[in-house]
């Protein structure tokens, strides 16, 4: 069985690809008679696997090359059949006798099976999405490009009632494309984990956070909205906007939040604050709590639709497909410099592409990410140069008290700084900490800050502060930003 080397998978199958490149254009032959003497009741032996497999949301490509023909019956002046199928004298169209029914006959037509082992029976598979309005699921014709609305593998036949008089063969070009995916879901929140997110106390996080799991953020801790598919806790004297939570919502003593979406029950704190409430359970106030409103009846998960800000368990899915998007890209990159040490101390990092397995540096460390005596970059959406560094790494382990930071970079240049590490990212303590992290498992970080940058885990978050730097002052990051990131990372798409 002849494999699909070269594709983009872009939906929540992307997770197990092995890069992002161009899709290549693979050759298949569909014959007029594949077995000797099929009809219809053999359960699909006319359907030929192509040996493609496709992903939901890809465009699939058909063109047939070249003139040749089947002939579908040896009798003296029946035409023979081209992919767009016969349409001659008094036929209509295809009966309950041929492989796929209520179609042009005689043309090509297509499924998608879960499985490239067993015959597919029409039944149980998904037909094709038609060629174009009116010609009938499963019909491909000679010239075919539409969404594939399911995953699995392509398979091709000839569509007939009766194979046995059948000969010639088709030639057809098949290409797969996948869609450019969208950083919105990423771009919306400042942390996104696939499992739970735990900010420490004395915090503050300038954007938002979203979690599979829970949430919780300690006492005194500062963040925009919150998107948890379970529970959310509040310490005391925090603030958040909003809370979407899909199990129960706790907020602390004298925590104050704008509005709540509970999939659950909610308990407010004495003396917090909340204006509008929506619960799925009991809802109980303490001491002096304060809600502005009768409590409605919603799920978070229900709210929205939009995969724009996090606010439901169909963005958050989005969310978490482009991180393995992302990270599939990344790691496909050819790098400039192979690392031959395990261990950094004091390092100066020219702009480039770097590999290396477990990477530790030691503590008390000065990282600089130098753009300094270097032509490498591209333009940026100011005018600027845009640096990239990307570091692809199994393991990334930080000792306490280090400091990443940025040197040789213009008024209106930018850092594009981006950690693609395979399993988990460890922060000492008192560590600040700059970069986009994409990981595919845990970002374990403490007490220590992100200065500069986002956090997407497929695993937990445990951070401190993520927008200030190790002192607690907010940071800008004029020269490290999500937009530069994720411009280039649409170069690779």
Known sequence: ????????????????VAGLVNAATESVTVLGNPVPGLNRSDGGKAFQSTGIRVVEGETINIKVVGDDTIDWWHRIGTPSATPDGVTFGNLGLSDSGFLVSGIIRYGLVGLISANDEQVPVVSENTLVTEASPGAGQGFIGADYSQIAHASGYLYLAFNDDWYGDNSGYWTLNITTVGPTPTPTPLTSCEAISGGYISITADSSVNGCLAAKSYVTIGANTK??????????TTGAWSIAENIFSGAATTLGTDAITQNIHAGAAITLGAGSKAEKIYAKAAITLGAGAVKDDDPLNANANTLSTSVKDIHNATSMDAALTQIGVARAALTNLAPDTVLSTTTMGIENLSPGVYKGGALNVTASSTITFDASNTANGSTNTSGGTDYVWVMNLGTLTVGASTHFKTKGLGENDTASIIWNVDTVITLGASTSFRGTAFVGGAFSAATSTVSCGNLYAIGYISVGSIGVDRFGDKTTCENQNSDAVFSYLETLY
């Open 1 to 16: 069985m002849k494999n699909k080397i070269l594709k983009i998978c872009l939906t929540g199958l992307a997770l197990s």
């Open 223 to 232: 963040t925009d909205n919150i998107y948890a598919g379970a529970a959310v």
